[in-house]
């Protein structure tokens, strides 16, 4: 199966600060899907195709990559923000999720 | 508006079984592949199993961890989706989330998930 390797596994950001996070796939995917999840509540889907922000996610998101290398960004963290991040990829069968990545407030 | 409810989840010894359920609405149930995800508790997500449309012949695709043991199931008349849930075992605790796989315009991703019932599996 292909492995989603997210890094770092927790990071905390300040408000207004740059926040990358990443994920490697153990094998080439053609896209990266990101979902959010907040405390006690259902992951969303954020990002699809990549770099397509789901309806109703604010601008100061993005993603990018390809292969095997993809990333999430956001422009200026913001307290709304905090909050944990999946990868996923569907090229292959199982559609595996990344371990997640936990953003804190600094 | 797309909703997904699920409900059946409990408290089950090991070797026990259990049946999920799933109400959909808001939607045309029968266009989508449906999907189960769960969560460990303070764990990450993983992907149990999808079932395909009608189109698609309703194919069925399971979890290495789950193959053989747990089955996926839908009723598009009723706009449910199903899982039953057999010789469970105590890592099969978690949280259960219907899923509805999206179209082609959001990438077939997981575009929207219900609230999640909860497993349990304990002696």
């Known amino acids: 199966e292909n492995v989603l390797t997210q890094s770092p596994a927790i990071m905390s950001a300040s408000l207004g600060e740059k926040v990358t996070m990443s994920c490697r796939a153990s094998s080439s995917v053609n896209y990266m899907y990101w979902y959010q999840q907040k405390s006690d509540a259902s992951p969303k889907l954020w990002i699809y195709?990549?770099?397509n922000l789901a309806p109703g996610v604010p601008a100061r998101f993005s993603g990018s990559g390809s292969g095997n290398s993809f990333s999430l960004t956001i422009s200026t963290m913001e307290g709304e923000d905090a909050a944990t991040y999946y990868c996923q990829q569907f090229t292959s069968s199982p559609y595996t999720f990344g371990g997640g990545t936990k953003l804190e407030i600094k | 508006e797309v909703q997904l409810v699920e409900s059946g989840g409990g408290l089950v010894q090991p070797k026990g079984s259990l049946k999920l359920s799933c109400e959909a609405s808001g939607f045309t149930f029968n266009n989508y592949a449906m999907n189960w995800v769960r969560q460990a508790p303070g764990k990450g997500l993983e992907w149990v199993t999808r079932i395909r449309s009608k189109s698609n012949n309703y194919a069925t695709y399971y979890a290495d961890s789950v193959k053989d043991r747990f089955t996926i199931s839908r009723d598009d008349s009723q706009s449910m989706l199903y899982l039953q849930m057999n010789n469970l075992k105590i890592e099969d605790t978690a949280m259960y989330y219907c899923?509805?796989?999206?179209?082609?315009?959001?990438?077939?991703?997981?575009?929207?998930w219900g609230q999640g019932t909860a497993v349990t599996v304990s002696s």
């Open positions: 899923v509805r796989r999206g179209s082609m315009v959001v990438g077939y991703a997981m575009d929207y």
């Open positions: 195709y990549t770099s």
